[in-house]
């Protein structure tokens, strides 16, 4: 998961200075590349300024005096001007209620704003900076740490030890779709068991370790999101299969033709998620480049501008969508809309097709063929109306 190694100078932001680095690179990564956040955005200057930077504690990554990333630190044992640094957004976003009946404020930080610049991307940076997190995380004896993450980034984060607990996920035309996470930093148990590279730069307290009680509980909420990573592999694939028989995708959708040992490759890194109607799966001018396939329920593609919603396409079950952004690299052109009950997806990243590509070419050869097979499906019904 590391990638080429960095060993970047990592630490907190210390300046005024270097927080207007932060602070542009963010409008360059946020608003300049993945078109969020601009109705907060300084354009004219080129910064993204948040209320929350004055109350956190920042992290930035540098190569060679060059800023390569950085992330937000939000920790509840801090104040700012007599006010605690978590507030009524991160209570809401992060579902936190439930989590502070058992425990203080003081024992949650919330890491946000986790941004690499690209050339760095797939490098071990990620987990550097995560290792540099923990650290803040061990001194402070804090139990939980909540984050969020888009479906196609989830697989990196399970590999860290981040675990789902909620089914609410965050949804806005601002954020688009993201997917709350928390780890639990002193279960060293979990994080060997998983292989989590961030397991080295934990303490391990042995009997003195703070977990926090009745945590399976309080995690329950997440199997919303299932994948192959939390789940037992062999309950996940059957769970699969039998959705995807009853969506048409293993007869004549994007499995056809396919062993169970291929489709199990194929799901390996996949996720599959539980929608709620609303729920904007794809944010237009989203430069990510996963692709979905829907195993029930129905979605909505929507031009949505200034003036309202259009519907120009629906879709259901067995067929895919996204697929425009996988293969031509292109951002996102619609939003689609989860409309409707009982809603499930399973999400692939770009890296996972691309893996499987190099490491499975006859099971990806299969899978690229059935996916030119229903576009082009979708193509000739689409003349048809013409």
């Known amino acids: 998961m590391a990638g080429a190694q960095i060993n970047a100078d990592i630490g907190p932001v210390a300046t005024a200075a270097e927080l207007r680095d932060v602070q542009r690179f963010k409008y360059d990564i ?79 930080v919330v890491g946000e704003r986790m941004m690499i610049d690209p050339e760095f991307r797939g490098s071990s940076l990620l987990v550097e900076m995560f290792s540099a997190f923990m650290a803040f995380v061990n001194q402070r004896r804090i139990q939980l740490v909540f984050g969020d993450c888009e479906p196609h980034l989830l697989n990196a984060y399970q590999a860290l030890g981040y675990r789902t607990y909620t089914a609410r996920h965050v949804n806005s035309p601002e954020t688009g779709y993201l997917i709350p996470l928390v780890i639990v930093p002193e279960d060293m148990a979990y994080l060997r068991r998983i292989g989590s590279p961030l397991a080295p730069a934990l303490r391990d307290f042995g009997a003195d370790a ?44 994007l499995f056809r033709g396919m062993s169970e040992a291929e489709i199990a490759v194929c799901l390996e890194q996949s996720v599959t998620i539980a929608c709620r109607p609303g729920d904007r799966v794809l ?47 292109l951002p996102r052109t619609m939003d689609v809309i989860a409309v409707g009950g009982d809603a499930r997806i399973v999400s692939f990243s770009d890296r996972t097709i691309r893996a499987l590509i190099e490491s499975h070419s006859e099971t990806a050869a299969t899978l690229l063929y059935n996916i030119s097979v229903m576009l082009c499906e979708r193509l000739r019904k689409t003349n048809e109306k013409l």
């Open 283 to 329: 944010k237009r001018g989203n430069v990510a480049t996963n692709m979905g396939l829907v195993l029930s329920g129905r979605f909505e593609v929507r031009d949505t501008t200034k003036d309202g919603d259009t519907v120009v396409a629906e879709f259901g079950p067995g067929e895919v969508f996204g697929e425009i952004a996988f293969f031509l690299k």
């Open 30 to 108: 946020y608003v300049a590349e993945m078109g969020r956040y601009g109705a907060i955005a300084d354009h004219a200057n080129r910064l993204l300024l948040e209320v929350d930077d004055a109350a956190s504690h920042i992290y930035q990554a540098r190569v060679g005096g060059k800023l390569a990333a950085t992330m937000r630190l939000t920790w509840g044992g801090d104040t700012l001007d007599g006010r605690g640094a978590l507030g009524a957004r991160h209570l809401e976003q992060y579902d936190l209620a439930p989590f502070l009946e058992v425990m203080p404020m003081e024992q949650i």
């Open 210 to 253: 703070r977990v926090p009680a009745g945590i399976d509980a309080l995690l329950a909420g997440g199997a919303a999101v299932q994948s192959h990573r939390l789940a037992d592999p062999a309950q996940y694939l059957a769970g699969f299969r039998d959705a995807a028989r009853a969506a048409g995708a293993l007869a004549t959708g």
